[in-house]
Structure formats: C-alpha cells, structure tokens
C-alpha cells in the first residue's frame, strides 16, 4: 500500500489527498518519500522502470535467477517495490502472482518500505536462553515500534532472523548484515546512537 | 514396460514401475483417502491424509507421491495410520473457519465428508493461522475466502496448469501462508478471467460463486417487474445431478417446468440465441473466407476465453468474432425485440439466465452490455444456484412434468444445443456455413473430428473444392498453445475456443463434483439431444427465419451490428 501510494503521489502530487483516505497520513507519505529519496530521483527522470529492468536483465539466464534479481533490487531500494516485482515476473515469463509468492516466501526479502538500518535479532534456540526477549523489548522501547515496524524518523525497522552462525556470543543482532554479538538491553542506546550519528 | 510386484494389504498387485502407491491401491481395490490430490493437476503430497504404512521405512508415506517398488510390502489401515490420518485431519480443522451450517458447500465438501470417513470426533488443537480472514468479493462472478482455505493448492494447481492464467499463488510462507492474488490484490485487479474452475476443484468453500439468488428472488416476487429467463445450452444435461440424476440426463423439460414454478414470467431457451450466433458468425464468416478479412476467425461465446485474450493475446482482438455470445445476444433482445411483441416497458424487464459458467456474471456486467438501453441481462445463476432455488421452493425436480419453451425465443435446434460441448460450436457453423455457401444440402449434418475430450482438435472440411482448415481448442492451457501454433505459422480459417475443459459442460458454475467422467458423460447427452432434435441446423429454425423477418432483416444488418455485436479492450498481463 505504501509503495504504491508513494508511487502514485510522486506521478501526481494531488493524489496525496487520495492516499490518505486509503488511511495513511500525510506524515506517513512524507516519510515514504524521505525513506526513498534515491527512487523519487529515478522516477523524476522517468527512469525507475528502466533500472529495475536492467537490474532484473542481469539474471534471467540464470537458473533461480528470480531470487538473485530480488537481492539486486533491494540492495539498491531497500525492500521489492511492486513495479519492480512486475518488471521481474515479466523478464522472467512468470505470473506477478508467482513472483510475489516467491518475494513473500523468503524472509529475507520485503515488500514493504523499510529503514535505512535494518536491525535483524536471532531468534533461534541459543539466543532465546541468552536473552534476545530483552534485548527486543529495548530495541522496541527506544524506537518506539513493534518487531516488523520502522521508526517515525525513517533510519530503523525491526526484523527477526534466523541464526546468523555467531554463537560464540549471544544474543546476536545483525544491523544492515553487520553482526554484534552478546548484546545486552544496556547495550542498545548506545548501538542505536552510535548509528545516529553517522 | 518394467513392472513390479508388491503386497498392498497383503494383495498382491503387479504394476508399471513408476506407479504411485494410491494407483496401485486402486488397482488392488484397495481405497485410500485423499484430499489435496488432483489426478494429473495437483499431484504433491500436502495434505498427509493419504498417508500409508510401507514396511522398512521410519515414517508414513504420501501414497499419492510415493511410487511403488518390487517386494514393497504396503499397510493402509493400520493403528499408525489411523490415528496419523485423523491428526492430520484434526490440524486441518485447527485452521479451518467450521461454519459448516450456513457454509456454501454444506453437505458437498470434501473435508467434511473426510471427517466423517475417518471418524474425527474432537479437534485437540487451537489454531495458529495469523493473518485476518480475507473475504475477496470485488470480482462480479468470485468469491474467496480464506478463512476457510485449506491450503491444498488445487486451485492454484487448475489456475496454472490447465487454464495457464496463474492468478493467485501461495503468499508469505508457514502458518501465514494464503492463497492470494500477487500483491494481496482482489481478484477483480489481476489477470483472473473468472472462469470459475478454481471453485471446481475447491474440496471446500474457500472458492465459490458471488450468488443473486435474493436478487432473483426480490424480481419474481415484485409485481411491477416480469421476469424473463434464458437456460443455456449446457445446463439441461447437468441440473439433473443436483437432484440425484445421472450426469448427462437430459431434464430440458423438468428445468422448463420448475422455473414456471418458481415464479418466472417467461421462459426462454438461450439455444434460440445460439442458433442466432450461428447466423451471425456464420455469415461473420463467411465474409471473412470470400472477401478476404482476417483469419483465422475465433469464436467469441467464452467469456472466460474473451477476458483471457484481451489480457494475453490482445493481438488477436482483429481475429475475434465480433458476435456477442448467445447469453447477451438474448439478454439484448429480451429488452427490445421481445419487450416491444408482448407490449411491455423494457424498464420493467428483469432478464435473468441460467449458466453453466461464472465468467457470465462478470460477462453480463461488461459495460458494453448495454445495447437495449438497460443492463442486458440483469442477473446470471450458476446451474448450482438454480439448484438451490429450486431446492429452496420444495420442488420435486425429477419426478416433474416435462414442459415445453415459451415463445418466440424459446425454439431451437440441434445446432444449439451442442454449443454445450468443445467443438460444437464449430460444428454448428460448419452446418449452416457449407450450406450456405455451396447451396447443397449436407448429407451427415455429423463432424465428428471436432468432438471429444482432446485438447486440440484440427479437421479439414470441404466446402465445394475450397479446403477449410479448423481447429477447436477447450481450457485455456490449451488456448495458448493453439495460438502459439498460429503465431509460429499454422494456418486456419475457423478457431473455437472455450475456456473451460470440456467446453460449457465442465464450466465453473455446474455442479460439483465436475471430472474428467462426469464431463464425458454429460458431453454425451449433449449429442443424444442433438440427435433427438428434429430440425439440425441453425438456418433451418422457424423462429430464426421469423426474427430476421421481422425485426432483424439480415445477418450482419445494421439491427444486427448494433444489437448482436461488441467490441473488445487490450487488458494487461501485469
């Protein structure tokens, strides 16, 4: 909803008005547009399909290339945009249906918007008895939102994550891949504010 | 052919190897439950209720995936398997919205009907689905709902592998997995063409028609408005077996009857309007052979196939017949032609029909189905909702006095009535269009090389030393790869295509069950009443001959073109 919206507001900058009875607020929209400032850029020159399809072009010849095509476009706008997932299903000859079902299958995939730091918090066996519980509960509580949520500011989204194979130290997180291992809840300003700040 | 010897149920059995364990159960006489599996359509394992002992092995095995091998000894009932195939069953139910009174397929279901089988008494489980129950009702002619959805995968397996459209897919994965449309979207904004054979092999209600049956219900009862209904061609050999008849018998006398007694103020046959489509599409083609226009010409009386070439293949819109099917050709009429002879406001019309298909619904709806000045046809009833109304009333249906068709549009002829089956509207062109062409009468009125269950069907006819190359084509999968012969080269004159497998006989608005056997046997009917009709050909019907001489004047008049024909819209893929 919010990419497609986001899409639309930026082709015609008076259907912001729409977008908000479909129930987002115009903060909401003008957070969207901060969080995607790279693809108001492409859209503006008219060339966002273009890229998707070049980054889509690179891997059809592959075999499971589709996955490989997904990697590429969130790498470089941060989730699948529902025009990319259709530019994708069409280079590979698939059904958008299939496409989305194999973006949506993989968790490490989102079609959502997201922050610009995604922290991931393992929540597999050796993390749970360490304490990730805690570690979640400051996360969510000094950024304001639930697991699955981005914060107001655009900078963070909170996701879960299978064990990420750093278990000498527990519990893990991961931010943008990057791994912290043995975090605490006491921990968790000063990791967020050290990101802040950079 | 390699084959093996294995023990099911100490049976032994000698099958091809390769063969699944629930073939070679059916082969042994030995039945083994299912739910999931779909012959040759949906052949995965999911669903864990056709679970099997094989000696050796750890666990229990899918008998409708496990192939058979030598000295395999097989056990399907045994404590093991008893209790695993109840637990399945009960975790099934754990997710499953069980509002089975007021459910659409109470009493037709297939996991109802499976709880019953194994003996579930109690669900020991709570629920663990996580998303919300979606209720997608923005199409004209589907309803989906995924509270009730048992993840089977049988109509994503139908919607991709036979009708090749692949509209919806399994989204998110685990406990939040639903079947969906690609971006959560309704059905009404992705390329599903509302074909309805989702709802076919659905084993529950997840997939179902959108009813009117209170709709229909309000205009019989009010006064003020009179009621018209049209029965497709298709219906009369199936309507039969929501009433404990055999598929394939033919109740075109008793469906006449109970519609009077159901209220309808008049009740007209849509194979008056199918013999109409012939001369229409006939002279159509006609046309297009001796003066050159563009062929192939392809039938337009699926609108199942309609939305999927507008969406697919819009290239072949120049190709398409530009002749609206029977149901709008008679919907279009109903409200002129018809009004202005009983002397009545065409306002006060309320034109209802009968059909095999659900596509009809969203067909009835398109705006350019307006031509009378009104809706055409105001309100479409699947053969399964004529069912329930009939039922609703108290009507002994198959003990019913057979009654006859109310005129003017209620004669018709053999021509018509095999519209109902892949091929026949070929046929029925054929009929009238070597007649009309070379002046001779045909001495087998019979093309048996476009009937039959065959996917694809080619015929060469000879029309007076001219060769005319045909093909017929039936499910949408089939479609496809029809056209992709013509775009790759192929050359014919005259394509038919219906969407469903079967043509209107297998459509997805008949009753269910609808398999490969029921879809034979009510194609058979279909011919038997062919047969039985005296007149064959379109041309021949009195009625037809009296409409051109009153109202319409000629094929491909201008009453005609504007009353009779449409137009088609380029619609995306993605």
Redesign the interface.
């Known amino acids: 909803m919010g990419g497609d919206c986001l899409h639309i507001v930026l082709q015609n900058p008076k259907s912001m008005v729409a977008c908000t009875c479909f129930g987002l607020r115009m903060g909401d929209i003008l957070r969207l547009m901060v969080l995607n400032l790279k693809s108001i850029y492409n859209i503006q020159r008219g060339g966002v399909l273009v890229e998707y399809k070049k980054l889509v072009d690179d891997y059809t010849s592959m075999p499971g290339g589709l996955i490989e095509a997904f990697h590429a476009i969130q790498n470089e706008h941060g989730y699948l945009p ?1 025009a990319a ?2 530019e994708a ?2 280079a590979f000859k ?8 194999v973006a ?2 993989y ?1 490490m995939f989102s ?1 959502k918007p997201r922050g610009k730091y995604v922290i991931r918090i393992c929540r597999s066996a050796p993390c749970h008895v360490e304490g990730a519980q805690e570690v979640i509960a400051a996360l969510e509580q000094e950024l304001g939102i639930c697991m699955g949520g981005t914060s107001n500011d655009g900078l963070f989204s909170l996701e879960f994550t299978e064990c990420v194979g750093q278990c000498q130290e527990r519990p893990v997180i991961t931010i943008n891949g990057e791994p912290y291992a043995g975090v605490t809840p006491g921990d968790v300003p000063g990791i967020l504010n050290e990101i802040r700040n950079k | 052919m390699e084959t093996v010897e294995l023990l099911i149920d100490n049976i032994p059995i000698k099958v091809p190897a390769g063969t699944t364990i629930l073939k070679a159960a059916e082969e042994a006489g030995v039945h083994i439950p299912t739910l999931c599996y779909l012959e040759d359509i949906n052949e995965i394992g999911a669903c864990r209720i056709c679970v099997v002992e094989v000696e050796g092995y750890s666990t229990l095995a899918a008998a409708c995936v496990m192939p058979v091998h030598q000295g395999m000894v097989v056990k399907t009932n045994t404590p093991a398997v008893r209790a695993s195939r109840r637990m399945n069953l009960e975790l099934i139910l754990s997710d499953h919205d069980s509002d089975c009174p007021t459910c659409i397929r109470n009493g037709n279901c297939e996991l109802q009907t499976l709880c019953e089988e194994l003996n579930v008494r109690n669900v020991r489980f709570e629920g663990t689905k996580k998303h919300e129950r979606i209720l997608d009702t923005s199409t004209p002619a589907l309803v989906r709902d995924t509270g009730k959805c048992i993840l089977c995968y049988r109509c994503v397996s139908v919607c ?1 592998h036979v009708q090749g ?9 685990g406990f939040e997995t639903t079947i ?4 959560n979207k309704g059905l009404i904004d ?2 599903c063409v509302e074909c309805g054979q989702c709802i076919l092999t659905c084993p529950v209600g997840a997939l179902y028609e959108k009813e009117c049956i209170d709709e229909v219900w309000t205009a019989i009862a009010d006064k003020e408005k009179f009621t018209v209904v049209q029965t497709a061609p298709a219906t009369r050999v199936s309507i039969g077996e929501e009433f404990g008849m055999e598929p394939g018998d033919i109740s075109t006398g008793q469906m006449v009857a109970a519609l009077r007694r159901l209220g309808f103020d008049a009740v007209m046959d849509t194979d008056f309007t199918a013999d109409l489509t012939i001369m229409e599409e006939g002279h159509e083609f006609i046309e297009r052979l001796t003066e050159g226009g563009v062929l192939p010409l392809i039938t337009s009386c699926s609108p199942g196939w309609v939305k999927y070439m507008e969406h697919f293949y819009p290239e072949f819109i120049p190709n398409m017949s530009t002749c609206k099917s029977p149901q709008q050709m008679f919907g279009a009429l109903a409200k002129t032609f018809y009004a202005e002879k009983i002397d009545l406001d065409p306002e006060k019309v309320v034109s209802v029909s009968i059909m095999p298909c659900t596509a009809k619904k969203y067909e009835a709806q398109r705006p350019e189905m307006r031509d009378s000045g009104y809706q055409d046809v105001d309100y479409v009833l699947t053969t399964r909702e004529l069912a329930r109304m009939i039922k609703e009333a108290g009507i002994d249906f198959k003990n019913l006095p057979e009654e006859d068709y109310d005129d003017p549009m209620g004669e018709s002829t053999g021509a018509a009535v095999i519209f109902g089956a892949t091929g026949g509207v070929m046929e029925a062109a054929l009929r009238t269009a070597y007649e009309v062409i070379t002046g001779k009468t045909l001495a087998s009125v019979d093309f048996h090389d476009v009937r039959g269950l065959e996917g694809i069907k080619e015929a060469t006819v000879d029309v007076d030393g001219t060769e005319v190359k045909v093909a017929v084509a039936h499910s949408l999968g089939h479609a496809r790869e029809l056209l992709e012969r013509v775009k790759a080269g192929s050359q014919y004159h005259f394509i038919e295509i219906m969407g469903c497998p079967g043509g209107c006989i297998g459509g997805g608005g008949q009753p269910i069950p609808t398999d490969t056997e029921i879809r034979d046997a009510r194609m058979k009917g279909i011919y038997e009443a062919d047969e039985a009709m005296a007149l064959r050909k379109s041309h021949d019907n009195p009625s037809i001959k009296a409409i051109y001489e009153e109202y319409l004047g000629k094929p491909l008049g201008d009453k005609s073109h504007h009353l009779l024909h449409t137009e088609y819209t380029e619609r995306s ?2």
């Open positions: 529902e997932i259709n299903a069409e698939i059904s958008a249906a299939e496409a989305y079902g949506t299958f968790s079609v | 991709d459209v692949d509209a919806i897919a399994a989204v998110n994965r969906a449309p690609a971006f992705v390329p893929q993605y």
